[in-house]
């Protein structure tokens, strides 16, 4: 790697670190060593120059002063916010010392990782600690936060096909985004979308609230939480009922049609609206519209997993397309995660084969269980160690979160820019590098871009990448294997199978020249990848019924480290199917006397995740912890615009400012997700009332299937 120009100025080329399906190609002006100006590249055909609210003033990130910047040693009582500066070696003889101290007296799973995706760099991100943690033999953490459900539930249905390119949008005739917020979380797409439309298209948004973008669509369909399986098969029912299928489609590229045919008989639009709270005679029209306007696509967001039924949702919604032969033509299928076109080498990241087989698996979601005693086997955990993510504002469950990591006997480290709610409660604190400090590679889940991140200044104070931290571990730990001595350098010409046809006119020297270039795949104007079938399932075809499911269990590896499902043993229904939320009106009527407001923890528009919700600008453009509730419940408590409130259920209660408007569903709430506990009144976030029970497929958080009161705080 080159080191960056200390003196003279130059424009640098980048890519978002950011978890966020736009990936946006990045220009760094550096002069005499300092970054100047981050701005958007507008030659980049997806992202095309802007950078969003969370990210323009990216170098308020890098040179704030509140970054962590050398290894801090605790000196006060935990969660106190008390550190002193040490050296690296200090820092770093500490915890080799504690996790050999830990492995002896109680075994290496006394010792456990906890990450995500702070960053979602290929060598940063996801999976940069896996060989350290495999060596070590640690307790592997499963990491199911996002999408996990919807991607099994797609992979069983169509395989890990990319989907529609977004590019491609801009063909679609009717564009269906399903519990997607696109103008706050996928900004980028928003402006392929309103070509379509000028083009004839029409935008349809299902979701519970008038979002930006239900505002912005031709039509907003609100849906009661958790309802949307319902609506899906009630569309399957329409359309079959109807004879609006595309019969020579099925007939060559799906399998199951027969027993699809008989699943969704008996659900009629009328049994739909009475779960959804949408009309039959919308659910009709939506049905004719989305089968008859083609191509037609569908762009689902995370939220439709966040349920009890969440898995089975996305089932449904993905058998859609094949019913209709949307996947004809380009801008006509479904859009998840085009992820899964890119030949990212996982295994050169994640080292499976260094896990010890049968090695503890917890998930992180369960963090704050797993840190007060709620283990099912093995020893308790006596050591955290936490890069790249913020669990206390992140996972459920906060109340237990805190009491885990104020315990005395546990050994915790944290890897942070900035000393989050996690960090103030960490042992040892290690400063890590920003994107502009740190070389990269990157994927995107939004579009079919390879970019490259090259490192425009030095390392600020003595932060480190991910993966430089890891090298220093794995020394002081005395693990000799080559995976642990392998440079950036190294890594980044292990990143892709570049080999792999997707990768074709693509070399390390290239894309570091022009900072992204287009998978070889045909031109977003000709893209439909299932125009004739070629799914990647077992079967070659969309499984209506799915063959993936007669195992009982279906692994997408990258989500899922190792374990088994949830439920073992637990057979997966092979049809898409409803389930209904386990808190709500109708399912709980008993906890719903109590409880009678499903609450929805939704992105916030300023922030990325808990990330920036600690700077001046992002909390100014995002405002005070809002809680958004209808006229009708509002009156009913006798709560006004701008009052502070207490939301609350048996799991515990935050403070948050009410903001009452019709746009929201009456019964429903929304809070959106990444205030820091810090900032907040009374030192609990929408963490302490979310639930810590899984989905029905992949492990899947949910986030929303969650009922809570209001009353005057
Ligand atoms: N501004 C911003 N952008 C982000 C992020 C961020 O934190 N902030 N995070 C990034 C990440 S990690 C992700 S995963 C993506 C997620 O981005 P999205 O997929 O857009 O996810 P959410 O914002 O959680 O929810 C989207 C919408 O779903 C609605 N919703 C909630 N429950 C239901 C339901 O049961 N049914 C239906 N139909 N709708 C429902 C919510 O009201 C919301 O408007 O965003 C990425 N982009
Ligand atoms: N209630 C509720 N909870 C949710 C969600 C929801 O919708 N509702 N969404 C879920 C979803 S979709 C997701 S993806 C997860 C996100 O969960 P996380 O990935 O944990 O996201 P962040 O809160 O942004 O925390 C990332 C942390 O990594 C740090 N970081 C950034 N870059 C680096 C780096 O290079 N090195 C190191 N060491 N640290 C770095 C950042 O400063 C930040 O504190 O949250 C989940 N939690
Ligand atoms: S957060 Fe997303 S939209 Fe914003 S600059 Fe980064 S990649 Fe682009
Ligand atoms: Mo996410």
Redesign the pocket.
């Known amino acids: 790697m080159t080191a960056p120009a200390t003196t003279g100025s130059a424009v640098v080329r980048g890519a978002c670190p950011h ?3 736009d990936t946006c190609a990045m220009l760094v002006t550096v002069k005499d060593g300092k970054a100047i100006e981050v701005a958007g590249d507008r030659e980049h055909p997806f992202t095309r120059g802007g950078l969003c609210v ?1 990210v323009d003033n990216y170098l308020d990130r890098v040179y704030s002063p509140d970054r962590v910047l050398y290894p801090l040693r605790r000196t006060g009582p935990k969660g106190s916010g008390q550190f002193e500066r040490i050296t690296w070696d200090e820092a770093l003889d500490e915890i080799a010392e504690k996790f050999r101290a830990i492995s002896a007296e109680y075994g290496p799973e006394a010792i456990m990782p906890c990450s995500y995706l702070g960053t979602q760099g290929i060598l940063n991100g996801l999976n940069v600690g896996d060989p350290f943690f495999a060596k070590l033999g640690a307790t592997v953490s499963e990491r199911t936060y ?2 996990s459900g919807a991607c099994t539930a797609y992979m069983m249905t169509i395989g890990d096909s990319a989907g529609v390119d977004p590019e491609s949008f801009v063909h679609s005739k009717f564009i269906l985004i ?4 696109v103008m ?3 900004l980028h797409l928003w402006p392929h979308i309103a070509e379509a439309r000028k083009r004839g298209a029409k935008v349809v948004v ?4 008038r ?1 930006r973008t239900a505002k912005a669509a031709d039509w907003h369909i609100p ?1 009661r ?2 309802t ?1 399986g319902a609506l899906a098969m009630a569309m399957m029912h329409v359309i079959i009922n109807e004879g609006l299928t595309d019969d020579d489609y099925v007939a060559r590229y799906t399998v199951g049609y027969d027993e699809l045919v008989d699943r969704v008989a008996e659900c009629t639009p009328e049994w739909a609206a009475a779960e959804t709270g949408v009309p039959a005679e919308d659910i009709r029209r939506l049905a004719r519209e989305y089968a008859t306007s083609q191509p037609s696509v569908i762009r689902i ?4 997993e ?2 009890a039924g969440g898995g089975q949702t996305v089932r449904a919604l993905s058998c859609l397309p094949a019913l209709v032969g949307a996947w004809r033509k380009p801008g006509g299928g479904i859009l998840q995660l085009p992820l899964w076109a890119f030949p990212v080498n996982w295994g050169a990241f994640m080292h499976p084969e260094m896990l010890t087989p049968g090695t503890r698996v917890v998930n992180q979601y369960l963090l704050g269980e797993a840190l007060t005693g709620g283990l099912e086997s093995g020893p308790p955990l006596k050591a955290l160690m936490v890069y790249n993510s913020n669990p206390v504002v992140v996972c459920p469950d906060q109340d237990k979160m805190i009491q885990g990591l104020s315990r005395e006997d546990l050994f915790t480290v944290v890897s942070e820019q900035f000393m989050t709610d996690t960090a103030e409660f960490a042992d040892i604190v290690l400063p890590a590098t920003t994107q502009l400090e740190q070389e990269d590679i990157m994927f995107s889940w939004g579009h079919m871009y390879v970019s490259y991140n090259h490192r425009s200044i030095e390392p600020l104070g003595e932060a480190v990448p991910n993966t430089e931290l890891f090298r220093r571990l794995a020394a002081r730990m005395g693990f000799t294997d080559d995976v642990f001595r392998r440079s950036d350098e190294d890594m980044v010409a292990e990143a892709f199978d570049w080999s792999a046809p997707a990768m074709r006119g693509i070399t390390v020297q290239s894309l570091k020249e022009k900072g992204w270039q287009r998978l070889n795949l045909p031109s977003a104007d000709e893209y439909a990848p299932h125009a004739e079938g070629n799914f990647p399932t077992a079967s070659g075809k969309v499984e209506f019924k799915s063959s993936a499911a007669a195992g009982g269990n279906f692994v997408v590896p990258l989500f899922r480290q190792g374990s088994n499902d949830h439920q073992p043993g637990n057979p997966i229904d092979p049809l898409p199917h409803y389930i209904p939320p386990r808190e709500s009106i109708r399912a709980n009527p008993e906890l719903a006397a109590k409880y009678p407001l499903n609450l ?1 923890t ?4 300023a ?3 808990s990330s920036s919700a600690n700077l001046p600008m992002h909390r100014k453009v995002q405002g005070e912890q809002t809680i958004l509730i209808s006229a009708e419940d509002a009156e009913e408590r006798g709560i006004t615009t701008g009052q502070y409130v207490r939301v609350f259920n048996d799991r515990g209660e935050f403070v948050a400012r009410a903001k009452v408007d019709a746009s929201v569903l009456t019964g429903v709430a ?1 809070s959106p997700m ?1 205030g820091w506990r810090k900032h907040a009144k009374t030192l609990s976030t929408i963490a302490s009332v979310t639930p810590t029970i899984f989905a029905d497929l992949g492990n899947a958080p949910t986030f ?1 299937d969650t009922l809570i009161q209001i009353e005057g705080a």
């Open positions: 978890d966020c399906p969370k996002c999408d399903w519990a997607c917020n706050s979380t996928n299902v979701d519970p609230v979002t849906i939480p958790g949307d967001g995370v939220a439709v966040r349920h929805l939704p992105k916030s528009h922030y990325i995740n929304v990444g929303s």
